[in-house]
């Protein structure tokens, strides 16, 4: 058996920003105001499942306690094809603030998600100066399908989500033939889907409410602050000189 002095040897870590779990950190008074979350929607079809299935979520959000909004994409220019001060960028940016969780709902086109879809994700960059727009939020993914069901979309999302810096809840929800699944007036129909739906929907709620008030601790990163301590010694350097 190896001895507790050598794999407690950490040559190549920097020890002034290594730092013990702190169970205190994690247990700070809840918040007591609803739960923000934002829904994403990837289609701009006057019937448009995704969005059918957006607002379904956005009625069981509201049920569960949520406070929610929605970004229509209507009228999102492509990315690069504007600057950021284009009005939809900036109301995108400004939900995705505001949001402490979020839901990203997409159809499955070709095998993926929508060109819609990923267009307001690479709206929302990973930094705007100090600030982090997604980093700590949750997220939920979901997509609807014309055919067989897939989860083409869904894994997608969740790769974005991680390279977002979110926290994207284990549940998922995926809709086949979604043109079977809601009726005339655009409700979803009950069914084994609508189940997963609501699972998904109250999976997020908990998850958002058990993490947005330690999000910045859960977030922080031993490699940020040794980063962060290197610039600082870098400027007061400099101011030395």
Same mark, same amino acid.
């Given at each position: 058996?190896?001895?507790?002095?050598? =794999?407690?040897?950490?040559? +190549? #870590?920097?020890?002034? !920003?290594?730092?013990?779990?702190? $169970?205190?950190? @994690?247990?700070?008074?809840?918040?007591?105001?609803?739960?923000?979350?934002?829904?994403?929607?990837?289609?701009?079809?006057?019937?448009?499942?995704?969005?059918?299935?957006?607002?379904?979520?956005?009625?069981?959000?509201?049920?569960?306690?949520?406070?929610?909004?929605?970004?229509?994409?209507?009228? =999102?220019?492509?990315?690069? +094809? #504007?600057?950021?001060? !284009?009005?939809?960028?900036?109301? $995108?940016?400004? @939900?995705?603030?505001?949001?402490?969780?979020?839901?990203?709902?997409?159809?499955?086109?070709?095998?993926?998600?929508?060109?819609?879809?990923?267009?307001?994700?690479?709206?929302?960059?990973?930094?705007?100066?100090?600030?982090?727009?997604?980093?700590?939020?949750?997220?939920?993914?979901?997509?609807?399908?014309?055919?067989?069901?897939?989860?083409?979309?869904?894994?997608?999302?969740?790769?974005?989500?991680?390279?977002?810096?979110?926290?994207?809840?284990?549940?998922?929800?995926?809709?086949?033939?979604?043109?079977?699944?809601?009726?005339?007036?655009?409700?979803?129909?009950?069914?084994?889907?609508?189940?997963?739906?609501?699972?998904?929907?109250?999976?997020?709620?908990?998850?958002?409410?058990?993490?947005?008030?330690?999000?910045?601790?859960?977030?922080?990163?031993?490699?940020?602050?040794?980063?962060?301590?290197?610039?600082?010694?870098?400027?007061?350097?400099?101011?030395?000189?």
């Amino acid at each position: 058996m190896p001895r507790a002095s050598v =794999l407690s040897d950490l040559p +190549a #870590a920097s020890l002034n !920003h290594l730092r013990q779990p702190d $169970l205190e950190a @994690l247990r700070v008074p809840f918040s007591s105001h609803p739960p923000r979350i934002l829904i994403l929607y990837g289609s701009l079809r006057i019937v448009s499942y995704s969005r059918l299935l957006a607002e379904e979520v956005g009625r069981l959000l509201t049920h569960f306690g949520a406070e929610v909004k929605f970004f229509n994409p209507e009228g =999102l220019p492509l990315p690069d +094809a #504007a600057p950021t001060s !284009h009005p939809k960028v900036q109301e $995108l940016r400004e @939900l995705s603030a505001w949001s402490e969780g979020q839901v990203w709902v997409s159809p499955e086109r070709h095998g993926a998600m929508s060109g819609i879809m990923k267009a307001q994700i690479d709206w929302i960059p990973l930094s705007v100066g100090s600030v982090r727009p997604t980093q700590g939020r949750t997220l939920a993914v979901m997509q609807v399908s014309g055919g067989s069901q897939s989860f083409n979309a869904v894994n997608q999302m969740r790769i974005l989500g991680r390279w977002m810096r979110m926290i994207t809840i284990p549940n998922q929800s995926s809709v086949a033939k979604a043109y079977q699944e809601f009726d005339a007036d655009g409700r979803m129909k009950p069914s084994s889907y609508y189940d997963r739906v609501v699972d998904v929907t109250e999976e997020l709620v908990k998850f958002t409410l058990l993490t947005r008030d330690v999000s910045s601790y859960l977030t922080d990163r031993y490699s940020e602050r040794k980063e962060e301590a290197g610039k600082l010694e870098q400027r007061v350097n400099l101011r030395s000189l």
